[in-house]
């Protein structure tokens, strides 16, 4: 079964960089699928962060783009995300999820989510 | 628009009939897909594509499409059901977008 696991730093600080990476297991990375970061700000909705496929391409939200790095390893068949200039307003749990993908959206795989507080 | 509009809150008594709706423009190009999130949990895929739900999802959730809306309806509204329900589907630019949520309460 294919499963999805976070892991990364458990409280960063303003103008800091966020570096979180998602464990895959139960299924190759190099697969068709798209993996994807979505965040959700404590008490708020969810928000997708960006995607990439096993190629290297990569797809990110605009409002975030200019801060954020998404890659691929897959000899550790896993996937990061760098976050920076890092403010208050980042702090969310992060999900990491896999996207079944062709054509309409279907994150069907998802990580238990990890809460990063920014906060100095 | 880049957006997908749902209703903030619903409410259905127990073992009625809810239905959660979700619209934006991406709807007339690309099928929703339906995410339950419970307290303390991530979200869970609970239908796709047309209608299609995951193996484990309960037969009560079906869902449906008509121009720019999609819809999820819970059949039989049990107190499990008592969630919040994201639908997504692509932006203007093609890019996933989630609709702000709908919180069920089943009373």
């Known amino acids: 079964q294919v499963q999805l696991q976070e892991s990364g730093p458990g409280l960063v600080k303003p103008s800091g960089t966020l570096s979180l990476t998602c464990a895959v297991s139960?299924?190759?990375?190099?697969?068709?699928?798209?993996w994807t970061w979505v965040r959700q700000p404590p008490g708020k909705g969810l928000e997708w962060i960006g995607e990439?496929?096993?190629?290297?391409?990569?797809n990110y939200n605009p409002s975030l783009k200019s801060r954020v790095t998404i890659s691929v390893d897959k000899s550790k068949n896993q996937f990061s995300l760098n976050l920076r200039s890092l403010t208050a307003a980042d702090t969310a749990v992060y999900y990491c999820?896999?996207?079944?993908?062709?054509?309409?959206?279907?994150?069907?795989?998802w990580g238990q989510g990890t809460m990063v507080p920014v906060s100095s | 628009s880049s957006e997908l509009t749902q209703d903030p809150a619903v409410s259905v008594a127990l073992g009625q009939t809810v239905r959660i709706t979700c619209q934006g423009d991406?709807?007339?190009?690309?099928?929703a897909s339906w995410y339950q999130q419970k307290p303390g949990q991530a979200p869970k895929l609970v239908l796709y594509?047309?209608?299609i739900r995951p193996s484990g999802i309960p037969d009560r959730f079906s869902g449906s499409f008509s121009g720019n809306t999609a819809s999820l309806t819970i059949t039989g509204a049990q107190a499990e059901d008592e969630a919040d329900y994201y639908c997504?589907?692509?932006?203007?630019?093609?890019?996933?977008?989630f609709g702000g949520g709908t919180k069920l309460t089943v009373l």
């Open positions: 999820a896999r996207d079944r993908g062709n054509g309409s959206v279907v994150f069907d795989i």
């Open positions: 139960g299924a190759s990375i190099s697969s068709n699928s798209w």
């Open positions: 990439i496929y096993h190629s290297g391409n990569t």
């Open positions: 991406g709807l007339r190009t690309y099928y």
């Open positions: 594509d047309k209608n």
């Open positions: 997504n589907s692509r932006d203007s630019s093609s890019n996933p977008l």
